[in-house]
T-cell receptor
Framework: AQSVTQLDSQVPVFEEAPVELRCNYS??????LFWYVQYPNQGLQLLLK??????LVESINGFEAEFNKSQTSFHLRKPSVHISDTAEYFC????????????FGTGTRLTIIP | DTGVSQDPRHKITKRGQNVTFRCDPI?????LYWYRQTLGQGPEFLTY????????KSRLLSDRFSAERPKGSFSTLEIQRTEQGDSAMYLC??????????????FGEGSRLTVL
């Protein structure tokens, strides 16, 4: 069975500073990797995903994540955060193309300090 | 289309009562998923449907839980004889697997259950 570890439950960051949210996974087979974001009082939204190809994937709002197979990681980064990035971020894995049965991490709450 | 909608958004009930949650997926989506999220945890998979067929159920879904999607559109999740441990956010998601889409999951805002 696969599992996801997000070691940081809360990450406070000053506005315009860089941030990295860590995600490590465990699986005996190849996986597909996702980052979901949950803004206050909203449902989960897909931020970005790695299915195949380039190991560096980007979102439309400046986040990027790099799949590192040797370190079984999929860390999320942004070079300069904004107040609007305040949210909870969940890393997730799936064994099947098409997002069936996602296994989520426990989430990281990103708080931006003005 | 306004996305995935769930009803009710909040439900407070006494232990032993039955509760039912409804999920209306995005209209053209053929797959519908239920997840449960407890405080401090990520969402956990419960079950999913392709059209009206329930294809998989998690071991988390005890006999007191039943989910249906009778016409392949909306779905209901019923919990019988609720227990305090059932208190959680119940999330519904839909996707258009196999319909020329990569199957991205679209989540509703969830139904929060509090069992007293």
């Amino acid at each position: 069975a696969q599992s996801v570890t997000q070691l940081d439950s809360q990450v406070p960051v000053f506005e315009e500073a860089p941030v990295e949210l860590r995600c490590n996974y465990s699986s005996s087979v190849s996986v597909y990797l996702f980052w979901y974001v949950q803004y206050p009082n909203q449902g989960l939204q897909l931020l970005l995903k790695y299915l195949s190809g380039s190991t560096l994937v980007e979102s439309i709002n400046g986040f990027e994540a790099e799949f590192n197979k040797s370190q079984t990681s999929f860390h999320l980064r942004k070079p300069s955060v904004h107040i609007s990035d305040t949210a909870e971020y969940f890393c997730a894995v799936s064994l099947n193309f098409g997002n069936e049965k996602l296994t989520f991490g426990t989430g990281t709450r990103l708080t931006i300090i003005p | 289309d306004t996305g995935v909608s769930q009803d009710p958004r909040h439900k407070i009930t006494k232990r032993g009562q039955n509760v039912t949650f409804r999920c209306d997926p995005i209209s053209e989506h053929n797959r519908l998923y239920w997840y449960r999220q407890t405080l401090g945890q990520g969402p956990e998979f419960l079950t999913y449907f392709q059209n009206e067929a329930q294809l998989e159920k998690s071991r988390l879904l005890s006999d007191r839980f039943s989910a249906e999607r009778p016409k392949g559109s909306f779905s209901t999740l019923e919990i019988q004889r609720t227990e305090q441990g059932d208190s959680a956010m119940y999330l519904c998601a839909s996707s258009s697997r196999g319909q020329g889409d990569d199957g991205e999951l679209f989540f509703g805002e969830g139904s929060r259950l509090t069992v007293l």
